[in-house]
């Protein structure tokens, strides 16, 4: 084993829920808003099916093989070489939406915060931070998610409350006017963010108490779905028809609280808090694409990656998009089929080829 560290369940389930939330808070209201309008609070119950579905897939994968990740049984399944082909599409896909999660919080720190600092300054420092975090290992990422996520979630629940006055439950109105199609329209986007549930295949070999696995992860997709169903209804009575003309409707919404002229700006707190989810996010990411790659290379420890890996996170980045536009447009449109063929659809196919090749050699075990 290359990680000698151990977590629990609920430190898994705590590391997957900003890994999913953090950027699908700031983008995702905006695009599911343009395809469900009012219906756009239903979108993440139909989307987070998929995430369901993820966990699902990653929990029987690992009872299949306990002590693995996915790029370690991906050559057990499919043999040497196309386990390695199959290993490197995961890997690569990973580098890619890696760097694409950090030019999110790129565009978005530059474009509302430090509109003077050179992008790759910011992007680069981050992955710094986030770099000392996965050089520590699992268990500190872990720590640092049950030190945090409560925190998050709180405060999610306070800006909540502290809209009710800005909230105008009409724009609700009429609900599925034009059917169950608009929002289930809606939903092909969040999901694309639910099958980044795949990563708990991963953690799973590190988790000290392995039967509540998929309880925790099960738990992690819930109050992921009901954090995307509750910030959506809040950005839609706040926002109503204009939702989806907003880059970042969240933070257009929290602008408007202000309680006695007292209570106001909030978006700074916000900023603040989202800042710890987004470096959550890229340390999971980043630890599994460090992990993945040093067991694909059968190196002995991974700590030598992550640096030359932080650089190649960065290039990406770079590389992803040439603007904020092309990055909205890129994860509003074919960027659907791309994560979900390879974090829902390949695990599946993985699954199914496993499940065969133990019942043939089964059969010739008893045959």
């Known amino acids: ?32 808003a343009r395809h469900a309008n009012q219906d756009m609070w239903l979108s993440p ?23 693995k990740t996915l790029i370690e049984y991906s050559g057990e399944i499919l043999g040497k070489f196309l386990g390695k082909a199959v290993g490197l599409i995961f890997l690569l896909f990973y580098l890619h939406i890696t760097g694409i999660i950090i030019r999110e919080y790129g565009e978005f720190v530059v474009g509302n915060f430090l509109f ?3 992008l790759v300054f910011v992007m680069g420092s981050m992955i710094l931070v986030c770099s000392f975090a ?17 925190v998050v979630m709180i405060f999610i629940l306070i800006i909540i409350i502290l809209l009710i006055p800005d909230m105008e ?13 608009p929002s289930l329209m809606g939903a092909m986007v969040p999901q694309g963010w639910f099958s980044e549930f795949l990563l708990i295949a991963f953690l799973l070999p590190y988790v000290a108490d392995q039967n509540k696995g998929k309880k925790w992860g099960m738990i ?16 839609l009575f706040v926002l109503g028809g204009i939702t989806d003309r907003f880059v970042y409707p969240v933070a257009s919404a929290v602008r408007y609280i202000s309680i006695a002229d007292f209570l106001e700006h909030i978006e700074a707190f916000l900023t603040a808090l989202w800042v710890v989810g987004i470096f959550l996010k890229i340390s999971v990411f980043y630890y599994a694409l460090v992990l993945g790659t040093a067991q694909w ?3 002995s420890d991974y700590r030598p990656v992550v640096f030359p890996m932080g ?5 990406f980045a770079v590389w992803s998009a040439p603007n904020l536009m092309e990055l909205t447009r890129f994860l509003g449109g074919s960027s659907l089929f791309y994560r979900f063929s390879i974090q829902t659809g390949l695990p599946l196919l993985l699954l199914f080829i496993a499940k065969w090749r133990k019942r043939t050699n089964n059969q010739k075990l008893t045959g």
């Open 169 to 181: 439950v009409e724009n609700m109105f009429p609900i599925m006017e034009k059917g169950i199609m």
């Open 311 to 315: 650089f190649l996170m960065l290039l």
């Open 134 to 150: 996965v050089r520590g290992g699992v268990e500190v990422i872990g720590r640092l998610a049950e030190l945090s996520v409560p």
């Open 116 to 118: 003077h600092t050179p």
């Open 297 to 299: 290379l059968n190196l």
């Open 45 to 67: 119950l139909w989307a987070s099916l998929v995430g369901f579905l993820t966990v699902h897939i990653a929990v029987r994968l690992h009872q299949l093989y306990p002590q």
């Open 1 to 32: 084993m290359i990680e000698k560290g151990k977590i629990s369940a609920a430190q898994m389930a705590m590391m997957m829920y900003p890994t999913i939330i953090a950027t699908a808070i700031l983008l995702v209201p905006a695009i599911t």
């Open 220 to 235: 992690s997709v819930t109050a992921v779905m009901l954090t995307l169903t509750f910030i959506n209804i809040a950005t």
